[in-house]
Nanobody, 126 residues
Framework: QVQLVESGGGMVQAGGSLRLSCAAS???????????MAWFRQAPGKEREFVAA?????????LYADSVKGRFTISSDNAKNTVDLQMDSLKPEDTAVYYC???????????????WGQGIQVTVSS
């Protein structure tokens, strides 16, 4: 089994920054020759949406949602099995529960990811 634990959430004013971190543990995923780690978010009353993803291989392919491109930066440390999300120029519409996810490949869709963290709240005040 794989466990994903998020940290770093909280409350910040619009224009501020937060950094989320996700630590993966467990034996299964380390046998993959490649895998993807991603961040999704879900605001109250809305569907869970893709934010960003990074591939362990494939030249470190990175994907971003249009809504966060240029403001958020995803990075990973393969040796530590962690993925971070640096969020700058935050807006009130970024308020959501943010989820870390891991899957065999990198993709923008929820179904590509088999393992999920519990989620962490990010609140941006205006």
């Amino acid at each position: 089994q794989v466990q994903l634990v998020e940290s770093g959430g909280g409350m910040v004013q619009a224009g501020g920054s937060l950094r989320l971190s996700c630590a993966a543990s467990g034996r299964t995923f380390t046998t993959f020759s490649s895998y993807g780690m991603a961040w999704f978010r879900q605001a109250p009353g809305k569907e869970r949406e893709f934010v960003a993803a990074i591939s362990r291989s494939e030249g470190g392919l990175i994907l971003y949602a249009d809504s966060v491109k240029g403001r958020f930066t995803i990075s990973s440390d393969n040796a530590k099995n962690t993925v971070d999300l640096q969020m700058d120029s935050l807006k009130p519409e970024d308020t959501a529960v943010y989820y870390c996810a891991l899957g065999a490949n990198i993709a923008r869709i929820r179904g590509a990811y088999s393992f999920w963290g519990q989620g962490i709240q990010v609140t941006v005040s205006s």
